[in-house]
């Protein structure tokens, strides 16, 4: 199974954007690169995807490297709720192996 | 839509005791999970399924059983309660492979005593 390595926190700014990193260097031709995040007290939502082009949705942005090896979400501008735990997977989208192994992923706090 | 439905919310049991945890998806989706969040820490998938009558095993299937006989239900069933087994369960689900959004339960908090 292909894994992701984050680094355990970040800290930023409200109002600021924010840059999370992620790398993937045994990705898949097949794999889709997920972002979900965890507030408090809460169950994991989805944030964002991509296989290959960068993404934009009303919550964040996704950055793929050109060779697909890491990628980064972009918070725009960071609010005080999204302070929070952001977890990078990769999803097979051949069905070879259906796992979908979360990793620790990046503790994002916010300051005012 | 209700989503991913998860019970009980909370359960306290004593150590050696069985149950099962509900999860109920009205999507129609095919791919569900089971995942366990111990304090602080990541989530460990346990088992997961890509259609009724299919299931697999996870990272830490052991003390777990899983049964899919239909594409809404995805029981877990824990047997001979443990200490080790305190944590946070989340029950998830997706349309497909690959680009499918998962839809994530509210959890189940077990803690054994």
């Known amino acids: 199974d292909a894994k992701t390595t984050q680094p355990n926190s970040m800290e930023s700014n409200e109002e600021e954007p924010v840059h999370l990193p992620c790398n993937h260097s045994?990705?898949?031709?097949?794999?889709?690169i997920h972002w979900y995040r965890q507030l408090p007290s809460q169950g994991p939502e989805y944030v964002i995807h991509?296989?290959?082009s960068n993404v934009n949705n009303r919550m964040a942005s996704l950055a793929i490297a050109e060779d697909r090896k890491s990628s980064t979400l972009i918070l725009h501008r960071a609010t005080l709720r999204d302070a929070a735990v952001y977890y990078c997977?990769?999803?097979?989208?051949?069905?070879?192996?259906?796992?979908?192994?979360f990793g620790t992923g990046t503790l994002l706090a916010v300051q005012p | 839509n209700a989503g991913v439905t998860q019970t009980p919310k909370f359960r306290i049991l004593k150590i050696g005791q069985s149950m099962t945890l509900q999860c109920t998806q009205d999507?129609?989706?095919?791919?569900m999970y089971w995942y366990r969040q111990d304090p602080g820490m990541g989530l460990k998938l346990i088992y997961y399924?890509?259609?009724?009558?299919?299931?697999d095993k996870g990272e830490v299937p052991n003390g777990y059983n899983v049964s899919r006989s239909t594409t809404e239900d995805f029981p877990l069933r824990l047997e001979l309660a443990a200490p080790s087994q305190t944590s946070v369960y989340f029950c998830?689900?997706?349309?497909?492979?690959?680009?499918?959004?998962?839809?994530f339960g509210e959890g189940s908090r077990l803690t054994v005593l």
């Open positions: 999507m129609n989706h095919n791919y």
């Open positions: 998830a689900s997706s349309r497909d492979r690959g680009t499918g959004e998962l839809f």
């Open positions: 045994t990705i898949s031709g097949t794999d889709y």
């Open positions: 991509g296989l290959t």
């Open positions: 997977i990769l999803r097979d989208g051949s069905g070879a192996t259906n796992k979908l192994i």
């Open positions: 399924s890509v259609g009724a009558g299919i299931t």
